[in-house]
C-alpha cells in the first residue's frame, strides 16, 4: 500500500481471518486515523472485485474481517525514509504467522548497516533481473565502472567503506557480474 509516500504491507490473511497492517512506523493508538479509510477503500473495492467475479459468499466473509495493526520489536518512531526497504523485507519473510517470522531486523537504534545492505540487495535483484529490459546495459556499464576503479585501487576503499569486516584482499571474488564472466574470459 502506498500512501502520502509511505509504503505498508496489507495482508488478507484467510488462516486468521483478519486483515494484517504490517507497517515498520509504530503509530500506536492512532493506527486506525492512519490506516482506517485506505484500508476501508481497499476492502470495498476487493469485496466489489469478488462480486464482481460472482464469489458473493466469499465477499460477504471478506467485509467482515477483523483488522490487526501487527506490532513488531523492530517498528521505528521515526525511519519514513526507508519504508520501502522494510516493505520489501517483510513481503519476502512474512508467511502469515507472526509467532514464526524472522526478518532479523534490530531494535530502530540499531538498524542503519542491515538497512543499508538490504537496500543494497534489492537494488542488485531489481536491476540485475531477468525481467529489466535495462539488465544487459546495467551489467555492462557496472563492469565498467568495476574495471576503472579496480584499476584505480578504489575497490578496496570502496568495499572496506561499506563493509564493517576487515578489508579483503581479494576483493575481485566478492563483485559478480552473471551472463558477462564467461563472454570476458575469452577477451
Known amino acids: 500500500m502506498l500512501?502520502?509516500?509511505h509504503y505498508y504491507l496489507i495482508c488478507l490473511n484467510i488462516k486468521t481471518r483478519s486483515w494484517e497492517v504490517i507497517d515498520n512506523i509504530r503509530h500506536g493508538r492512532a493506527a486506525n486515523k492512519?490506516?482506517?479509510r485506505k484500508l476501508r477503500q481497499l476492502k470495498q473495492?476487493?469485496?466489489k472485485y469478488l462480486k464482481n467475479r460472482e464469489l458473493t459468499w466469499f465477499a460477504t466473509s471478506i467485509n467482515k474481517l477483523k483488522t490487526i495493526h501487527m506490532k513488531m520489536p523492530w517498528q521505528t518512531f521515526k525511519n519514513y525514509i526507508d519504508c520501502g526497504v522494510f516493505l520489501m523485507r517483510h513481503m519476502e519473510t512474512y508467511k502469515g504467522n507472526k509467532n514464526d517470522w524472522t526478518?532479523?531486523?534490530k531494535i530502530e537504534q540499531r538498524q542503519k548497516v542491515q538497512l543499508d545492505r538490504l537496500r543494497t540487495m534489492y537494488t542488485n535483484a531489481i536491476l540485475t533481473s531477468n525481467m529489466?529490459?535495462?539488465?544487459e546495459f546495467v551489467l555492462k556499464e557496472s563492469k565498467l565502472f568495476y574495471n576503472k576503479i579496480a584499476g584505480q585501487g578504489l575497490l578496496k576503499v570502496v568495499i572496506a567503506g561499506s563493509s564493517r569486516k576487515s578489508k579483503s584482499k581479494k576483493?575481485?571474488?566478492s563483485v559478480y557480474?552473471?551472463?558477462l564472466?564467461?563472454?570476458?574470459e575469452s577477451d
Open 3 to 5: 500512501s502520502y509516500e
Open 34 to 36: 492512519e490506516y482506517g
Open 45 to 47: 473495492h476487493f469485496v
Open 103 to 105: 526478518t532479523q531486523f
Open 132 to 135: 529489466n529490459e535495462k539488465r
Open 171 to 173: 576483493t575481485e571474488e
Open 177 to 179: 557480474f552473471p551472463d
Open 181 to 184: 564472466l564467461s563472454a570476458t
